[in-house]
């Protein structure tokens, strides 16, 4: 790293550390239903948005109302999304006539967007109308996000009552969570990122002339569509001069906010953050990763003052930047040594494929540690053709299960899930009952944990095994050899995390990726979520024990290292296999030179 | 089920707030303090006509202008309606093949030493605007015979277009090729 990077990586932490008291502090508010600087102007609205649906505010829900609330809401999410999908055609806002989705691949990103995920097997700027990408998809990334926030306030809500069946009530979580937090971020966030160039307008695409006009061979079809193919079975090509191209247009900006702040990740052009109207310059770049880890990390400390004590949420969020911290920087070293295979040919020794420029080798590498520690998933550089090792660092932080920041909500509680384990194992060493923030931890609360960090994992090897003796599914890889097996992996563990980035060349709009990849989107995301508000109902039920000589205390030092290395125990032992087939294998043909 | 009507009506009021009047705020706001960068930031000539936007790279290949860097996009490079990256593996022979193609055009035309990575390896977006002032300077010779202008001018051009790091801190260095092209078209025509 240069002086630059270092300076520009520094002032950035800084910058989001500054950050994280006063949005935790505000998110907190909110939550326990405090006024706060925003309630003059959104308490009406929010009256009248209950009045209009229904919705008692005071009434609260137990955790089987709570769970069934989230199912529900997320059901008619999904029946909305897929019929606009299907029928986007038929609908307004269409300047560039785009044509239905098929059934596959609407399940699919349906699926994707209402999971947070945004997993996306089709090209954004040719496949979705305005309509879809505003409509549809902005708002799931808004309710997706606070569907996470909601059960992660209401999992705290568990540690922090006694002797009640109550933890909140959905709805007003979820409207005051996208009211309150992610409306006025977004808005603002949305202006920034126009200052810098993200375009914000409903014209329909440009067309411009080319000062030199260029030009390919496209392959002849004849009238149903096929290839025509001479006699030596070689496909008959037309050169085809290009004077003038087509450049798309939309409401970006206002999606972009939103995508990186809920970590959605569903980009509107198929190049995601790497495109220049989604990210013109380095300064965007820097906010995007700034939105990303915003409220993850904001929520550790509502966490800590929901609690009482704001060093257990310090505690966790040291354990998180020490994570990402160390993947920030092993990424940053192999991408700087680069592909000795290139070098070999007088290149200049940096992994320059797949990234743009002006982001810088740190904006590149800092956004795909972000976007993959959290459950985000947009990208700023091709993940596909990162250097063996550096594949392994977003594939990695995917696998440890979306904690390292995290999904918005998703992230904080699937955290806390490992710490319920890490008290667990070392209240089994010293032969003490293990307690957690004054409750006990018992059977229930421990297999409740277990479905929670497992179910993503057994998942994705499940199906990556069902994927290699699929040939439809081996089929789509687009690297040959070990990198191919990665590229499958890949995609099977960003969907299973509900992350949503790729491995882009792995050809995922086929029947086994939009199915099963559905199928593993909507197991990762509800498994877990019903399991931890089941744990956070029986906690709730539970009396308060005191703090005695033989509690752990997990507001200290040695606590927090003591779960960084049951996290890493236990995303090695589930994963190391599989990375070792995959990454570790190219890792080595590459330095062997063939 | 007494929670049926809330889910259902609450999407409908967060469809409209968050996909209708959300992006019509951000809209207005973007159209009222940043009209050019929420259009697209285009260049126009003298007439008003849009030449191209300074973000999306214009394909060159002409040994008289400077060449952007490789793009992956389906059906020729540089084609804004299909952006994205090659998804090359570091270890797959039909990368490294192209890779050793891209160096031998610059061979071809005179570059001798080690090539700045930028310049062989495609973008992410395939859509990417600048390149390294290093690129820019080993072209320079090229564009140079091609035009009959000596190097000196056309460094003095490239310098004079390199933009900086923002702040002075971050990213890095680059030269945005449509502009420098246009800015040599207008010099040497």
């Given at each position: 790293?240069?002086?630059y ?11 989001l550390?500054a950050?994280?008291?006063p ?5 907190a508010?909110?939550?326990q239903?405090e006024?706060t ?5 959104l308490?009406?609205c929010?009256?009248?948005i209950y009045?209009i649906s229904g919705?008692?505010?005071?009434d609260e829900?137990g955790?089987?109302r709570?769970a069934g609330?989230?199912?529900l809401f997320?059901l008619?999410l999904f029946?909305g999304l897929f019929?606009?999908l299907?029928t986007?055609?038929?609908?307004p806002?269409?300047?560039q ?16 967007f209402?999971t ?6 089709y ?5 979705a109308s ?6 549809g998809?902005?708002?799931h990334?808004?309710?997706?996000a606070a569907?996470?926030i909601?059960?992660?306030i209401?999992v705290?809500r568990g540690?922090?009552?006694?002797k009640t069946?109550l ?6 979580d ?21 200052s810098?160039g993200?375009i914000?307008?409903?014209?329909a695409?440009k067309t ?6 260029t030009n390919?061979?496209k392959?002849k ?9 001479d006699?030596a ?7 085809v001069i290009?004077k003038?191209?087509?450049i798309?247009m939309?409401?970006?900006a206002?999606q972009?906010?939103i995508k990186?702040?809920g970590t959605n990740?569903?980009?509107f052009f198929n190049?995601?953050?790497a495109?220049?109207f ?8 820097m906010l ?5 880890l915003l409220i993850?990390g904001a ?6 003052v ?8 310090w505690m ?7 994570i990402?911290v160390?993947c ?5 070293g192999?991408?700087?040594?680069g ?5 070999k040919?007088g290149?200049?020794?940096i ?10 080798m740190?904006?590149?590498?800092l956004?795909?540690?972000?976007t993959t520690?959290?459950s985000?998933?947009?990208v ?6 990162l250097?063996p ?7 990695s932080?995917i696998?440890l ?9 998703s ?8 710490a319920i384990?890490?008290v667990f194992?070392?209240g ?8 957690y ?6 059977v229930?609360e421990?297999?409740?944990?277990i479905l929670?960090i497992?179910?993503?994992g057994?998942t994705v090897?499940i ?10 599914a ?14 499958v ?5 960003s ?9 882009a060349?792995?050809n995922?709009n ?6 099963f ?8 995301r ?11 109902g ?14 752990l205390p997990t507001?200290?030092?040695p ?9 890493l ?19 080595l043909?590459?330095l062997?030179?063939? | 089920?007494k929670?049926?009507k809330p889910?259902?009506?609450l999407f409908?009021i967060?469809t409209?707030i968050?996909?209708?009047?959300y992006?019509?705020?951000v ?8 009209p ?7 260049i126009t000539?003298?007439s ?6 300074t ?6 290949s002409?040994p008289?202008y ?5 793009s ?6 540089n ?13 797959n022979p039909d990368y490294l093949?192209t890779v050793?193609d891209r160096?031998?055009v610059?061979?071809d035309t005179?570059v001798?030493g ?7 390896q495609a973008?992410a ?9 290093e ?8 564009v140079a015979?091609?035009?009959?202008v000596?190097?000196?001018?056309l ?6 277009t ?12 680059r ?6 092209n246009?800015?040599l078209?207008r010099l040497?025509p």
């Amino acid at each position: 790293m240069n002086s630059y990077e270092w300076l520009q990586t520094i002032i950035f932490f800084v910058v989001l550390l500054a950050l994280i008291k006063p949005l935790g502090s505000f998110m907190a508010k909110v939550f326990q239903g405090e006024r706060t600087f925003l309630s003059p102007v959104l308490a009406p609205c929010e009256k009248v948005i209950y009045r209009i649906s229904g919705v008692q505010s005071e009434d609260e829900m137990g955790w089987k109302r709570y769970a069934g609330s989230v199912l529900l809401f997320n059901l008619v999410l999904f029946v909305g999304l897929f019929i606009l999908l299907l029928t986007q055609h038929l609908l307004p806002l269409n300047p560039q006539k785009v044509p239905a989705f098929s059934w596959q691949l609407a399940l699919n990103t349906a699926v994707s967007f209402v999971t947070n995920t945004n997993w996306q097997a089709y090209v954004g700027e040719q496949a979705a109308s305005y309509f879809t990408q505003m409509v549809g998809l902005a708002v799931h990334n808004f309710v997706s996000a606070a569907t996470g926030i909601a059960i992660a306030i209401a999992v705290i809500r568990g540690f922090v009552r006694r002797k009640t069946a109550l933890l909140g009530n959905f709805w007003v979580d979820m409207t005051r969570c996208t009211l309150y937090i992610l409306l006025p971020i977004s808005i603002i966030a949305a202006t920034a990122l126009v200052s810098q160039g993200v375009i914000q307008n409903f014209s329909a695409y440009k067309t411009v002339r080319l000062i030199q006009s260029t030009n390919y061979d496209k392959p002849k079809m004849d009238d149903k569509g096929n290839p025509i193919k001479d006699t030596a079975d070689k496909p008959v090509t037309e050169n085809v001069i290009v004077k003038e191209v087509t450049i798309p247009m939309g409401p970006v900006a206002s999606q972009e906010a939103i995508k990186e702040l809920g970590t959605n990740g569903g980009g509107f052009f198929n190049a995601n953050s790497a495109h220049p109207f989604e990210n013109p310059t380095p300064l965007s770049n820097m906010l995007e990763i700034l939105l990303i880890l915003l409220i993850p990390g904001a929520l550790t400390y509502t966490f800590g003052v929901m609690v009482g004590n704001t060093r257990q949420g310090w505690m966790l969020l040291g354990v998180m930047l020490f994570i990402l911290v160390g993947c920030f920087g092993v990424l940053q070293g192999v991408e700087n040594s680069g592909n000795p295979l290139v070098a070999k040919l007088g290149v200049q020794s940096i992994n320059m494929e797949g990234k743009d420029l002006r982001f810088g080798m740190a904006g590149s590498n800092l956004f795909t540690v972000a976007t993959t520690g959290t459950s985000c998933g947009a990208v700023n550089s091709m993940h596909d053709s990162l250097t063996p090792i550096g594949g392994m660092i977003p594939l990695s932080l995917i696998l440890l299960g979306e904690i390292i920041f995290g999904g918005v909500g998703s992230g904080l509680y699937t955290m806390l899930a490992f710490a319920i384990i890490a008290v667990f194992v070392s209240g089994l060493m010293i032969g003490r009952t293990p307690e957690y923030l004054g409750k006990k931890i018992e059977v229930r609360e421990m297999w409740m944990s277990i479905l929670v960090i497992l179910t993503a994992g057994i998942t994705v090897l499940i199906l990556s095994g069902i994927a290699m003796i699929t040939p439809q599914a081996v089929a789509s890889m687009s690297n040959p050899g070990a990198h191919g097996l990665s590229e499958v992996l890949y995609a099977l563990a960003s969907m299973a995390n509900n992350n949503g980035s790729a491995f882009a060349g792995l050809n995922a709009n086929v029947n086994f990726y939009n199915l099963f990849g559905s199928l593993a989107m909507t197991v990762g995301r509800y498994v877990p979520a019903v399991a931890i508000l089941a744990m956070a109902g029986s906690l709730a039920e539970k009396k308060y024990v005191p703090p005695s000589l033989g509690t752990l205390p997990t507001d200290k030092a040695p606590f927090a290292i003591w779960l960084t290395l049951v996290i890493l125990i236990v995303g090695a032992l589930t994963f190391f296999p599989a990375l070792a087939l995959g990454p570790i294998v190219e890792h080595l043909t590459m330095l062997g030179g063939n | 089920m007494k929670d049926i009507k809330p889910a259902i009506l609450l999407f409908i009021i967060f469809t409209i707030i968050c996909g209708g009047i959300y992006p019509a705020v951000v809209t207005g706001l973007a159209y009222a303090i940043f009209p050019k960068q929420a259009t697209g930031s285009f260049i126009t000539d003298n007439s008003g006509k849009e030449i191209g936007s300074t973000l999306i790279s214009h394909p060159f290949s002409d040994p008289k202008y400077f060449w952007p860097r490789p793009s992956a996009t389906s059906d020729f490079g540089n084609n804004p309606m299909a952006s994205g990256g090659s998804n090359a593996g570091p270890t797959n022979p039909d990368y490294l093949k192209t890779v050793g193609d891209r160096i031998k055009v610059l061979r071809d035309t005179g570059v001798t030493g080690q090539v700045p990575a930028d310049l062989v390896q495609a973008s992410a977006s395939g859509l990417d605007p600048h390149i390294s002032p290093e690129s820019a300077l080993l072209q320079v010779q090229r564009v140079a015979k091609s035009r009959g202008v000596s190097e000196d001018v056309l460094k003095k051009v490239v310098a004079k277009t390199t933009e900086e790091r923002q702040f002075g801190f971050l990213g890095q260095p680059r030269v945005n090729v449509l502009v420098l092209n246009l800015e040599l078209d207008r010099l040497s025509p």
